[in-house]
Every structure is written in C-alpha cells, then in structure tokens.
C-alpha cells in the first residue's frame, strides 16, 4: 500500500504509487520536490521529469541523481559486452 489516505499499490521497491510519485514531483514546495529528487528509490522518469524543475537545486539534484543511475547502467552494459571484446 502507498502512504496514508492513498491505497494504491506502491511501485515496485519504492515506498509510493505511480499517482503520487508524480504528486510528489509536481509538489508546490521545493522542499518537497528536493526530498523527492534526492531518495534513492525514485524512479528513473520521475528523475527525468525533475531534471527540468523551476528550481535549480531540485534540478541539480535530479541530473546528479539520475547521472549516478545512467552511470550504473552503462557499466552493466559494459561488463555483458567485455567477454566479446578483444
Ligand atoms: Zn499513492
């Protein structure tokens, strides 16, 4: 189940629903969308959605963030291609 009056079901491994994560990312306080742009379980469209935040923290934030998890991604890739490389 999501958070309080919400009884969604949550997004695999994260704590909230699709629906509120997007509340979440669209919330009127920077703070809010700060927190959001900075858990490690956020997902990735909704890091991609933040990267354009009027605030440039929560920007920040995001790209750093979601850099990290591109970053992740590439060297998995990259792993899987070295046994074909020589
Ligand atoms: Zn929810």
């Known amino acids: 189940m999501c958070w309080q009056p919400c009884f969604a079901d949550r997004r695999p491994g994260t704590d909230f629903c699709p629906q509120c994560w997007m509340l979440l990312a669209a919330h009127p306080a920077d703070r809010v ?6 858990r490690r379980d956020v997902p990735v469209d909704v890091l991609e959605y933040l990267t354009d935040d009027l605030s440039a923290p929560v920007a920040f934030n995001a ?8 970053d992740r991604e590439n060297r998995r890739h990259a792993n899987d291609r070295s046994g ?3």
Request: aromatic residues 0%; negative net charge; glycine residues 6%.
């Open 33 to 38: 969308r700060a927190g959001v742009a900075s």
């Open 63 to 70: 790209r750093d963030l979601l850099d990290q998890i591109t």
């Open 84 to 86: 074909s490389e020589s």
